[in-house]
Each structure stands twice: as C-alpha cells, then as structure tokens.
C-alpha cells in the first residue's frame, strides 16, 4: 500500500515537474504493453498439455498471432533455461532443436530422446516488454510391464498355467516379447509339450503364455521381457492335489501342535488336581 502511495506520488511528481519528457516516457510505457486486439498474443486453442513417451521425439507447440517484429522463444521453468529465440536453438543440450517455418504462426520445440526428468513446464514467450509467455505442460511416460495375477501364482497340478504381460505407453508394440522360466528362455519345440504363444499388438500389447497339464518341474519364475520396455516377472506355484501344498502342510501341522499341547496342560492339570 505504501509502495503503491509513493509510485503515485513519483508518477504525479514526475507529471507536473517535467511535463513534455515525463509524457513522452507515457507513451513509451503505453506502447511497450502489449494492447488487446493490437499486440502479439497466443492461440491458446492449441493443446498445451502433451504426453510424451521416454525416447520418443515429442513436440509442444506454440502459435503465435500477430507477432510483428517480435520473437518467439522457449523457456524451461524448471530452472529458467534460455531453450531457443527465434528460430535459432540456444542451449548446448542437442535433444532440444527451434522448428518454424516462414510466414507460419508456428513455433514449436522439438524435443529428441525425452527422458522423464524433462517433464514440467515450458513457457512459449513474446519478446514483448514485459515478456508475455504462454506454459505448456509435458509429462513424459515410461513403458509400464505387468503380468496380471500379482507377484505369485498358485495353479492345481495337471491344469493350464496361464500367463498374460501386458506393455503400456510403449512408443511402439514390442517387437518382440520373449518369456523365460527360471532365467532359461522357453523353448516351444521341448520335449514337454503343450506351450503356446498369443501376442497382440496395440496401444496396449499383450502376450500370453500357455502352459498345459502343468507338472512340478514347471514352477518356479516366468519373467516377460519385451524388447523396448522393462521386463516383469511372476512366481508361479504349482499345488499337489493329492498330497495338500507346503502352505496347508505347515497349516495342519501347526494345528496338530495346538491340540498335542493342550492335551499335554490338560494332562498336568489332572495330575495337580488329583497328587494321589
Ligand atoms: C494439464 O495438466 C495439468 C497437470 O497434469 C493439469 O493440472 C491441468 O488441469 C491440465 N489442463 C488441461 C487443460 O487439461
Ligand atoms: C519493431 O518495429 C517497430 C516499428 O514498427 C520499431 O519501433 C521497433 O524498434 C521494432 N522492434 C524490434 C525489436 O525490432
Ligand atoms: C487366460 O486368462 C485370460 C485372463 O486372465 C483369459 O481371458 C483367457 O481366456 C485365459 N485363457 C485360457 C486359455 O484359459
């Protein structure tokens, strides 16, 4: 409020001391800002919200109307980095490059091998006084691997081991999705039999591995590797039906324990009670 009484003042001082200057540095400031209507501004129809994937070229763009004499530049708000002025790119980091062709309103940043940590805002900006600058938002994605069913599996002996991977926001489908068991890749030609391969290719590829009239030597991990993202891997438990799994093993015989000890306090207590 203060600071707002002396500007007044200064502003009137200045108006009534030296009247033919102080009107002229008038018009200056008025011109300087960018009028409605007159001035450059930004179409801000254009999408200013961008996914990009880890490694894939990404573009944000900027249109521009009414740009004059001016220039357009781009700014990263992380640390307030000078991109590029113009058409011209002016930071050492070679992945960012200017785009614009003549007499277009098209200013766009080209951004090569995207990596996660260049997500943030980047500011298109008006070499206007004061600059005017229009933020753009990028989030860059990785490929995600998952296999559905959770870390572990339990599948009854003698039924189908069923294994689906799914890749998502890979730039492209997975060239190839490869499967290993216990670090061995699977071979579909062994001796074992009864393993089969779907693949579908999408936005969202998936893989899924058959393996029928699943044995004991069939547990154990299954890891999904697809060329272009992480892999991901599934602990696969396969249940003896005739003789209870290791977790009902261990369930039952804690159950016997339970029951031995309070006979064996029952036993005591009826000794306690009866001394003869
Ligand atoms: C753009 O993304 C940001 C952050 O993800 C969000 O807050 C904002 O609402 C989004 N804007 C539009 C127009 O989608
Ligand atoms: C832009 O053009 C105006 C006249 O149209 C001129 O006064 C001004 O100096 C120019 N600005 C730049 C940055 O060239
Ligand atoms: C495998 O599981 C998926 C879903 O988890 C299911 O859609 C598909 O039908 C199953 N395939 C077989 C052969 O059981």
Redesign the pocket.
């Known amino acids: 409020m203060l600071s707002f009484i002396l500007l007044l003042t200064v502003l009137s001082a200045d108006f009534i001391g030296a009247e033919e200057s102080s009107s002229k540095k008038f018009r200056d400031f008025l011109q300087e800002w960018p009028t409605p209507g007159t001035g450059p501004y930004f179409d801000t129809s254009v999408n ?2 961008i996914t990009g994937l880890v490694g894939k070229t990404v573009m944000l763009h900027c249109r521009v109307k009414n740009l004059g004499n001016r220039t357009v530049s781009w700014v990263r708000h992380r640390d307030i980095h000078l991109l590029t002025v113009g058409r011209y790119t002016y930071t050492s980091d070679q992945r960012f490059e200017a785009i614009h062709s003549p007499h277009t309103e098209e200013w766009t940043l080209r951004i090569r091998y995207p990596q996660r940590k260049d997500s943030g805002i980047y500011e298109c900006q008006i070499s206007t006084t004061p600059p005017i600058g229009h933020p753009v ?1 990028l ?1 860059v994605v990785e490929p995600i691997t998952e296999i559905l069913g959770g870390n572990d599996l339990y599948i009854n002996m003698g039924s189908t081991i069923n294994l689906t991977c799914l890749v998502r926001y890979a730039p492209e489908p997975p060239p190839t999705m490869s499967w290993s068991h216990n670090s061995h890749a699977i071979n579909f030609d062994s001796p074992r039999g009864g393993i089969s391969l779907v693949t579908e290719k999408g936005p969202i590829t998936t893989t899924r591995l058959l393996i029928q009239k699943a044995v004991q030597a069939d547990s154990g991990v299954y890891t999904c590797d697809p060329s272009n993202a992480n892999s991901a891997n599934v602990r696969v438990h396969i249940l003896d039906g005739e003789h209870p799994a290791a977790m009902h093993h261990g369930c039952s015989r804690s159950t016997f324990q339970s029951i031995l000890l309070i006979f064996i306090c029952m036993f005591f207590v009826a000794i306690r009670m009866n001394p003869t």
Do not use: E, L, P, Y
Request: hydrophobic share 0%.
């Open positions: 200013s919200n938002h989030t």
